[in-house]
Structure formats: C-alpha cells, structure tokens
C-alpha cells in the first residue's frame, strides 16, 4: 500500500460540477503537491436546477473527509422534516424525515472556494481536451462529465454504456419563496394528470419539478421549442401551492430522464463518476448525493490502495452495489410516477402512502417510527381492526375467508412417486399449515403423466393421487382449523421430460423421457430439450378435458381454492407469450387469439368447480425478454381472465424463455402486480423477493397487492407466519397458535443481558 499522499500526481478532472469539484479537492487534500487541474465549460455562476438535497449519511462522509467543507454546508442549509401531498383538495402531511438542501449555486461556489484555497487550476469557459489525450500526459483522468458525457461516448466499446429514456417529461425551476415541508401535489387537468415536486434550498426560494406522461406534456401543447408559455400555464395549474406566485427559469428546458448504466466504469487511467456513471431519478434526490459520494469513494482507494488499478478496481467494487440498489429504488420511484394515473382513485390516506413508500426503501415499519400518527390514520383507513398489523386484517374471496393476507407460495418439491404425494407432502404443507398462513397453496399438480415437469412432480390424474391429497387437505383442516389450502393445477408444456431441480434443472433426462407438448414446435432450450408436438385440435381437446377432470378431483379432495397456471413458461403460459406461441391458426397471432385456449381451459374449470369457491390465475407479467409479454399485455390477460370469473390475479414474471434479463431487487415483481390492481381494480396476489413482515404489510397499506406470497422465507421458517405476529407483538385472531404449539408463542431467552455493566478501569 503506498503512503498517504502518493499515488497519482498529475490528475485532470473533467466537468466541474458537485462531483468533480469535490473529487479535486479531497485528492488535493490528500496529497498537496499534486497537480490537479478541473476543465469546466461554463463560467463559475452557470448552473442548471436550483437546489440540492442531502442525506444525513452523505453529510457524515463529508464532515469526516473535510470538515472545512461540512462546516461550509452547514451553514447554508435549511432543514425541514415534513412532507405534504396533496391531491384533489386534501392534504395528507408526514413527518420525521429530516432534509438538508441548499442552493445548487451555494454549493458549487464553496466548492470553488474550497479547491482555489487548496491550490487547485479551476479552469472555467474551458473544453477539456479529450479524455485519450488528458490520459497520455496525466496519470489520472476523472470523468465527471454529467449524463451526455463525451467521454463515455468516445470510449463505449470500453465503458459499455446502457442509456434508457423514459415516459414523462419534467422540467426544473424555481419560486421565490420557502416552503415549510416537501411538497408532493397532484393536478387532474383536461389533458391528464400533472405532478408536481417542490422542496425550499433557502429562506427565500424553492425548487419546482413539474413532471407529466409524454402524452399529456403534448396535449398541453407544451412541445414547443420556447418553454415560455408553458411555465406560466404550471404556474396557474399549480396556483395553490406557489400561492399564486410566478415560477422562474433558468434556461429550463422540458428534459426526459435517462437512465445511465455502464458495465464497467473506468478504462485505462480514466475513470467515470457522478453522472457520467450513473443516473438515478430526480424524485428521490439522488443525483449530486451519489456523485458527492463517488468522489469520496475514489479519493479513499486512491488513498488506499497500491496502485492506480488497484484503486479504480476498488472503488467501483465498492461503489456499484450501493449505486444499483439506489438505482433500483429509482427506476421504483420513477415508474410509480410514470403510472401516477392508476392510483389517483385510491383514498386519501392510501394515496399518501403509496406515494412515501413508491420506493420501497420507505417501509410501513419506518415510517410508524417517523409519524405514529400518520400511519395510524393509514391502516384505520384501510381497515386495520385496533392493534392489528395489515397482514393480519381478513380477506374474502367469494365464500372463502382468508384469516390473513399471507400465501405460502407453490412451490414445486420433486418428491412425489408417479404423481403421488407422499409422507413429504403431509409433513410440508402440514407444517406450513400449522405456521400460521392464511392460504397454503401445493406445488403445481400436474393434470396427466406427460404434463409433468419431472418424474417427481405431483399429479391429480388418478384416484391414488387424489387420495393422497385429500389426506393433506384433511390433515390441514383439522390440525389448523381456519387455514385454507388450495391446489394450483398446470401442464408442464416444453419445459416437461426434465431431471429434478437438485440434479439438473431444465435439462433432459438422461433416460425415460416422454413427448412433450406445446403451443408451436419451439424447444425451450435449443439444441437441449425436445423440440415439442404442437397440439392439433384433439390435443387441444385432450388437455382442456385433462384439466377439467383434475378440478372434479380437487374438489373432491376439498381443497378451498383452486389456481390456474399460466405462468414460467409451461403448457398455458405458452400460449400467451408471443415469443412461445407462432401459431397461425385461431389460437395464435394477436393477444386476442392468443388467449383463446387458456381461456377454454379456464372456463373448463370454472364450470365444474363449487361457485363458492374461489379461483385464481397466474400469470407471467413480463417475459424479460425483448419481443415478449409486456406489462400492457399483462394488464389485457388479467383482463380477460377476470371477465370470464377469476377472482384474483397472481402475478408472477418470466422462466418463459432461458434468455431472460430479470431486474432482481426487492419486491421487483410487486410492481407488475400493483398495476393490475390499480387499473383494473382486482384483487391481485404479489411475489418476488417479498421477504419480510414489513414488506407484506407495506405492500398491502398501499393498495399494491391484496394477498402477498413468500415462497423463500418459508423454506426457511415453516412458522413465518406466526413469527411475524409475535415480532409486532400480535396475539389476534389473524395468527393463531397451535394449541400444542402455543408455549412457544415467545421468543426463547438467549442469555443473560441483566449484568451490571463495567464503569471503572484500575491500573
């Protein structure tokens, strides 16, 4: 490791913004004899935007890196702790979340300030030369260049860069006063609906975002290359909140956001940070916080490390998983305002809430700890009996009552013989029964031999294995009086004929393989699996019959709901997918057609199974693959499905196609879900990445799903469930113990913690 102050002497630094300004002098500060000079193309007072917020954590990576400059900040700022969100006449306020923001102006000229006292060339109205040119005379390049980045762009082939644009349309300006809280309001006008985001960066001025669909932005008739007139209509639709006051500009233009995402972030002695990076949107303020922080980070490795690719190789290890994860909650945020018409209807309270938790970083629990008040008033609304988390609030669906919100998800186990459940059955499901859900679905069960996935799949095409399952169903009923379990009936399709999971999965078995079936001859993995019998008329026939006749064997097994599958890629779900289904007959081409057979298989169903009793539908909402179901789709599949009588919809995504790109994060399926509810004002199932009790009643106050189901975090905990109660201290009826169980209902002390603590030190 070198020694504090070596590494790199010659550092250019391109782009003098918050992060290439800050970047400077923390690298000057750490080795005053370097050189470092900043190239910045505009004059020191131009700016674009008005106000910068900051988080408490960046400001403590900054006071402990260089006090000068937090001392600096601290004086400028303002601070604030509420939000309010207003939307047609009512005003939801939430407090306790504390801002600091400051002039973007302010910011940058003690930046300046900052980096002329530590001897750094600031050089204004000035084209940096190009990167490849800086890096063969400098042994460090700092790219912080913003989000049109030329140097990005002159070496893609090295920086691999992803940009993404995106459906609304915003502008930055400002109002000559200061609001008391962070404003969130929402404007219903004849061209459709407008938002608007303004938070106060001194005592006498605000920042104001105006943000709009495309399509509205252009029905207002906002497209026109002077922004002049439509800052004054912004001003009149948004009277009340700027108190009829005018808004200001400062060259603003109406931008779309793009995404910036770059595969790797430095090439050779250049390195990229702050925007030219990375982008994450506006509306959860993130922008200059994650270039500040960029700049930290590199300034620490080069400080840190032996070598100069050491030091680039550090800090973007270091970086990129925090910058993602932001990331993430960006795109959540952005999306939720891009979908800002669906949610326009839901009351008052509800609406407010959505809106504060659109990230999924804000969660119900944290939120209580920030304003009891506030989400006391939330959960009333939504119907929380006193003392009653939202995931223990009841649920009908037709004459079944569901205790609880929560859904043992199915889950496939491998471990039947010829279709039939054995010991392994009772005992899993049993057990998860016992935990405390308020539905335990099985495992999808297969309707004919040829419709398993694998040799160890359950089926329900023979009177042994509806025997089988009903003793299940009765173990259930009896044990866990209250529990509901329901049975999720499929065809494997072409992803059938295949090893358990443990020993290879989708991947042929080594003997025995039987014909599968499909929409159209595709394989799913070329090369790999079988290339499928496309189903003539009479196999169409044969399967929906195969179907029907496991319904009239499920409702003999009692079983208290029954799920459709028409998700991940099998028989049904091939159907629906236009990247599974070339068919050029009635039941392909359009979505229309495409759904025909699913929907002759649900109706099937649906005829013979008890009215009473519910019946769920799920669905793969995206296929993650470009060409695939979209989520417009999705909404047009749940659509139909629910014309013909589902009761819910659950909303899975992909294992349609092996080449999918999924978005993994938290809960990064809930927003497939969340859509079908709020458009088409349907019950919906949500899963993915739903990991915590925190999550479920997250999800659930903010009217993004109405059943939440974990699959994961019971594998991992039979009595999630019940866990979950004890955790929020819940002792209600929408989580009973166990009779047998119930001295277990505390959790189990795990030693002394009562011992006098240490208070002197004798020598």
Known sequence: MTAPGTGPHRIAVI????????????????????????????????????????????????????????????????????????????????????????????????????????????????????AAELAATYDLVVAADGVHSATRDAHAESFRPRITGHRCR?????????????????????????QLHAYPFSHDASTVIVEMREEVWRAAGFDVPDPGDSIDQCAKIFANALGHRPLRSNNSAWLTFRTVVNDHWSHGNTVLIGDAAHTAHFSIGSGTKLAVEDALALAACVEEQPSLPAALAAYESERRPVVESTQRAAA???????????????????????????????????????????????????????????????????????????????????????????????????????????????????????????????????????????????????????????????????????????????????????????????????????????????????????????????????????????????????FLSPLTNRRTDAYGGPLAHRLRFPLEVFDAVRELWPDDRPMTVRISATDWAEGGTTAEDAVEIARAFVAHGADAIDVSTGQVVPGERPEYGRSYQTPYADRIRNTLCVPVIAVGAISSWDDVNSLLLAGRADLCALARPHLYDPHWTLHAAAEQGYTGPGAPWPLPYRAGSRTPPTGRTDAPKPRLTLG
């Open 15 to 130: 782009g003098g913004g918050p992060g290439g300004l800050y970047a400077a002098a923390l690298l000057k500060r750490l080795g005053p004899d370097r050189e470092i000079t900043v190239w910045e193309r505009n004059a020191p007072d131009d700016t674009f935007g008005f106000g910068v917020v900051l988080s408490d954590e960046t400001l403590g990576g900054i006071e402990h890196a260089d006090p000068v400059v937090h001392r600096a900040l601290q004086r400028e700022f303002v601070r604030w702790d509420d939000i309010d969100i207003v939307h047609r006449g009512h005003t939801q306020t939430s407090g306790g979340h504390g801002f600091a923001a400051l002039g973007r102006r302010r910011l940058l000229e003690i930046l300046h300030e900052r980096c002329a006292g530590l001897g750094v060339d600031l050089r204004f109205r000035s084209q940096a030369p190009p």
């Open 332 to 574: 959540a945020s952005l999306r939720w305002f891009e979908e800002l018409g669906t949610y326009v209807d839901q009351p008052p309270r509800q609406f407010a809430f959505n809106l504060l938790t659109r990230s999924r970083r804000v969660t119900h629990d944290n939120l209580r700890l920030r304003d009891r008040a506030f989400t006391a008033g939330v959960e009333e609304e939504f119907g929380c009996p006193p003392g009653t988390p939202p995931m223990f609030t009841p649920l009908r669906l037709r004459g079944l009552e569901l205790r609880n919100r929560v859904v043992v998800s199915p889950m496939d186990m491998y471990s039947a013989t010829d279709g039939v459940p054995g010991d392994f059955h009772l005992v899993h499901l049993g057990a998860r029964a016992l935990g405390g859900a308020g539905l335990v679905m099985t495992e999808m069960v297969c309707v004919s031999p040829e419709g398993r996935i694998t040799p160890g799949c359950t089926g329900l095409y023979t009177d042994e294995q509806a025997a089988a399952w009903t003793r299940v169903t009765d173990f259930v009923h009896t044990a866990s009086p209250g529990t509901a379990i329901g049975v999720q009936l499929g065809h494997s399709g072409r992803k059938g004929s295949t090893k358990l999971m443990w020993e290879g999965i989708d991947q042929p078995l080594d003997h025995g393989n039987w014909p599968v079936t499909a929409a159209s001859p595709l394989p799913y993995a070329p090369g790999v699996n079988q290339v499928p019998h496309a189903l003539d008329r009479a196999g169409l026939d044969e399967v929906r019959e195969q179907f029907a006749a496991a319904a009239r064997r499920a409702d003999a097994c009692g079983f208290d709901l029954l799920e459709l599958h028409c998700a991940h890629g099998y028989l049904l779900s091939g």
């Open 170 to 194: 915003y502008i930055w300006l400002a109002a000559d006063f200061a609001l008391d809280a962070f404003r969130f309001e929402i404007a219903e006008t004849a061209y459709g609906v407008m």
